[in-house]
């Protein structure tokens, strides 16, 4: 991990990603590459892995397309209820360790924090009514609200207009490089990778942005710009 500063004289609005920066992605992956594969199995007379290997090509056919996440579109393709589903599981939702007080830490500097999420808003529902996320937070924008991804070049002048802030007093932290890039296209100045987005799996240090695996480290330290 390289060495991070935050100016934060420099920063008004930061941007946080959801799933994989602030709460354990850990859920996601389980639901997705486990839990669904294992109910749509018995839906189908499927095994296990035949299961998941035909949920992995549906998932690759809509990858990047606002259908990826849409828990509406999921039910009616698979024919399972994906959002009561989510309820069940819920007792794998979480906060990452740190992100509650990096949180907390924000408020006390008075900067406006949104998160940014891909996620679709029945999800979104379920993970705040778990963890009270959106007490922390000045608001939650969704993907279906932008119009767009946020890997998807479209995207960021649309939520530009939609949320107002400037890009070159922005932070923008994520655990998907290709968001990263995309806003970094846009010209959002500060930019930081999510290392460890699931608690359950090593840290992976982007290559090409500055990684963190704890969000306490931007306490402590000043970001470079650019």
């Not at 294992?38 to 998932?59: F, I, K, N, P």
């Not at 500097?109 to 999800?123: D, F, P, S, Y």
């Not at 695996?213 to 000043?222: D, G």
Request: hydrophobic share 40%; proline share 5%; charged share 25%.
């Amino acid at each position: 991990m390289m060495p991070l500063h935050v100016n934060w004289e420099d920063i008004d609005d930061v941007l946080l990603d959801m799933d994989g920066t602030l709460l354990d992605r850990h859920f996601d992956n389980f639901f997705f590459e486990e839990a669904l594969p294992h109910r749509y199995a018995l839906l189908h007379g499927l095994t296990y892995e035949g299961s998941r290997d035909r949920l992995m090509a549906m998932y690759r056919s809509v990858e990047g397309e606002l259908a990826w996440t849409d828990l509406n579109y999921w039910t009616e393709r698979v024919g399972i209820d994906v959002v009561a589903l989510h309820k069940e599981l819920d007792y794998l939702v979480g906060f990452l360790p740190s992100a509650e007080t990096f949180l907390r830490e924000l408020k006390r500097l008075e900067r406006r924090v949104t998160i940014l999420t891909n996620a679709h808003q029945a999800g979104v529902d379920v993970k705040i009514a778990k963890t009270g996320l959106d007490g922390h937070v000045d608001r939650i924008v969704t993907a279906s609200e932008v119009g767009y991804l946020k890997m998807r070049p479209a995207y960021w002048p649309a939520c530009q207009q939609l949320v107002g802030f400037n890009p070159q007093r922005a932070l923008f932290i994520d655990d998907d490089e290709g968001c990263l890039a995309a806003a970094q296209q846009f010209g959002i100045a500060h930019l930081v990778h999510s290392a460890k987005p699931s608690s359950q799996l090593p840290s992976v240090p982007s290559a090409s942005f500055p990684s963190v695996e704890s969000l306490l480290t931007l306490l402590k330290r000043p970001l470079p710009k650019g």
